[in-house]
């Protein structure tokens, strides 16, 4: 590895080494290139396989770069089950994404990676590197959560002393690296939005070393945060809204992509959506939403801030019907102003509360207050510059950061700002925004890193990363997310204290202890609290502050359809023919494969082993189909004793191997075997004994 200083002269962006193959435009990528000043990196003789000048991807559109910088230093591995080195990942393109899970630009990015992860599966590994922001997200264990609660589906180094992040002198949130099949550094790349430059970057070096033969497009295997998880009725709920009228309280079943409604003595009296991740308007059980949160009731409208979706939701209580009050289904990509409601693109709709027929939104992605007069067909910026801050003022200039949840006390509403761990007020009236818990107006947005967990008055008072705010006759409660604690401001005095949690992540009930509580809601003496990493409701009897779970009767997971993975296939697109196997008639077969390895590498226990036996003439037909075992280096398959005892199968099989048999990257194989069997009167045996030769993969 280059020297810090060196290695840094060399890092460059990925559209300036592109320059004459794609065209990209967009602010950010314009702002990027104004502040990349280092030098073009002297030409150095490399001994390389030579290229094909007549193959159309003969061009390296990365030449003559620095090997990559090493993965060591983080503190823990997560979605795989050991440590990953880029000596495993060579033959794979690698594209590390810098992240923090409290930052909605990070968030933004996660479905661009899903998208190309699907679209190279094979040819392309996506490290998520965790270089956290707040003292919270260092925790091995939050990040976890936050795994699960994003869906990611690939490997995360918690990079809690960022170490890795120095080594690749990265600087911004979030911003990504690109690292060749044969463990080069080929540029870096920062802000959301890049979804079609990066894909096509990823052609053009995926054609590159396939044509050379360095591309390793054997399949990959990590093992996933998301099946640690056990079902749960609620799944990270994320905001509440209680109806004291009408004796109902709303819950955003979030990563179960639905609302719940129950009687506040949790009878359940009906859940919106179908639990399918989508935009779908319709009836209760056909609608669909993406991560909804906050949630707004006018007479009998709910409306609904489908978060992923980028939508408003209108839901028709009476009717039981779903619709789109406003968006198109895309994020917006840039600065807006809003405009006609189906025609404006929003952007993380986080929360949302209604004032004299007034909606007013908390779009978190472009930090900003947005406003819809109910009947009318606009929508657009109600409060905020736009900036990434927390700044006072009219309500053109002022700025926030990500804002997170919002409250009503008559014609003033309280925001708080996540990012920037404070609490704001906004007058509609006086057309002001000030800030009234936390730090404001510093310069360079110094605001942004002033958290911690402290009581006091105003700017005095520290929080770190608040998700909930809710108005209380002449007090907040607040929601301090990051901090596993609810708060209480005195809107006389702004004196912040301390009222539940420990400050530790837990899930105990006496002593009171959250996770990451998110939403809030009260009906007469009893606070409910959305404690989302616990995946439950509490309740707060406010005459005692004794707290219990509040449990919804009736309640359970939604059943979803089933994927299956019942595709094999084989490396090759021959099925390998097996010696005749002799079995006994009418027994239970074993079948035994024993796979020959690359030096290095054993079979892998953790990873699946899943096969199908077919009649080979009759090949839609499936006899068996399961999942077998490792043992040594030995595959274990058991097979129902055979009908039609003589004639020739298709055995499908797929294993995974990994460095040392444990290595947090394990390659996977499918194979296919025709085996004819034959049975044999007074034979004994019921093995089926099958090789495969891999060694030179």
């Known amino acids: 590895m280059p020297g810090k200083h060196a290695f840094l002269k060399q890092f460059y962006l990925l559209t300036a080494m592109l320059v004459g193959l794609i065209t990209v435009s967009g602010p950010g990528l314009t702002a990027a290139l104004a502040d990349e000043k280092s030098p073009a990196p002297a030409e150095k003789k490399t001994e390389e396989t030579p290229e094909p000048e007549d193959d159309p991807a003969s061009k390296n559109p990365f030449p003559n770069r620095p090997q990559a910088p090493s993965l060591d230093g983080g503190t823990e591995w997560l979605n795989t089950s050991g440590e990953i080195t880029l000596k495993d990942l060579r033959g794979k393109v690698v594209l590390i994404d810098f992240w923090t899970y409290c930052c909605i630009n990070c968030m933004h990015v996660l479905p661009d990676l899903a998208y190309l992860e699907k679209k190279y599966p094979n040819e392309l590994v996506v490290i998520g590197c965790h270089s956290a922001k707040f003292d919270n997200e260092k925790e091995t264990d939050n990040i976890r959560r936050a795994i699960q609660r994003y869906e990611i589906k690939h490997p995360v180094i918690n990079d809690s002393n960022m170490t890795v992040w120095r080594k690749y002198g990265v600087r911004a949130w979030p911003s990504m690296v690109l690292i060749d099949p044969e463990g080069k550094y080929c540029g870096h790349l920062s802000g959301e939005g890049n979804r079609e430059l990066l894909d096509k970057v990823l052609e053009r070096v995926i054609a590159y070393h396939r044509a050379k033969g360095t591309l390793d497009e054997t399949p990959v295997h990590f093992d996933l945060e998301s099946a640690k998880l056990k079902p749960t009725p609620l799944k990270f709920p994320g905001k509440l809204l209680a109806d004291a009228p009408q004796n109902r309280l709303f819950i955003s079943d979030s990563n179960h992509n639905r609302i719940v409604i129950a009687s506040l003595d949790g009878k359940l009296i009906d859940v919106i959506g179908s639990g399918q991740i989508g935009n779908k308007d319709g009836d209760y059980k056909t609608a669909a939403f993406d991560h909804p949160q906050g949630m707004a009731l006018v007479g009998n409208t709910l409306y609904v801030a489908d978060t992923e979706n980028h939508l408003i939701r209108k839901i028709d209580l009476d009717q039981k019907q779903v619709s789109t009050l406003a968006g198109t289904g895309e994020q917006a990509r840039y600065r807006s102003a809003g405009g006609k409601l189906r025609e404006s ?6 929360a949302l509360a209604e004032i004299d027929g007034v909606l007013y939104i908390c779009m978190a992605g472009p930090h900003q207050i947005w406003s819809h007069k109910l009947g009318s067909d606009e929508i657009g910026v109600y409060a905020g510059s736009g900036r990434e801050d927390i700044v006072n003022g009219p309500l053109d200039t002022s700025a926030f950061a990500q804002t997170s949840d919002i409250t009503v006390d008559g014609d003033v509403f309280y925001v708080v700002d996540s990012e920037g761990s404070a609490v ?39 929080l770190q990363h608040p998700l909930g705010v809710l108005y209380d006759n002449g007090r907040l409660f607040i929601a301090d997310t990051y901090n596993h604690k609810l708060k209480t401001e005195d809107l006389k005095t702004f004196e912040v204290k301390t009222f539940l949690g420990t400050g530790k992540d837990g899930n105990s009930l006496n002593p009171v202890e959250f996770s990451e509580p998110s939403g809030l809601a009260k009906v007469g003496n009893r606070l409910f609290v959305a404690d989302t990493n616990n995946h439950r409701i509490c309740v707060v009897n406010l005459d005692n502050d004794q707290v219990s779970e509040f449990k919804v009767q009736g309640l359970t997971p939604p059943e979803l359809p089933k994927t299956s993975d019942d595709s094999f296939t084989a490396a090759s697109a021959d099925a390998l023919t097996a010696s005749a196997q002799k079995v006994a008639a009418g027994v239970p077969l074993a079948v035994t494969v024993t796979p020959k390895l690359s030096s290095g590498y054993k079979l892998s226990p953790l990873a699946p082993v899943k096969f199908s036996f077919k009649s080979a003439d009759d090949p839609e037909k499936t006899i068996a189909r399961g999942k077998g075992t490792v043992k040594g280096n030995q595959v274990l398959l058991a097979l129902p004793a055979l009908k039609v005892p003589d004639g020739n199968y298709l055995l499908n099989l797929r294993f995974g191997y990994c460095r040392d048999g444990v290595g947090g990257l394990c390659k996977q194989h499918s194979a296919q075997w025709k085996v004819p069997v034959q049975t044999v009167a007074g034979e004994k045996n019921s093995d089926i004994t099958l090789s495969l030769d891999l060694s030179q993969d």
């Open 424 to 462: 704001r007020k906004v007058d509609t009236k006086k057309k002001t925004v000030s800030t009234i818990a936390g730090t404001s107006d510093l310069e360079r947005g110094r605001s942004l890193f002033e958290f911690g967990d402290k009581d006091g008055v105003g700017m005095h008072a520290r």
């Open 345 to 350: 693109a929003l952007n993380s709709p986080w």
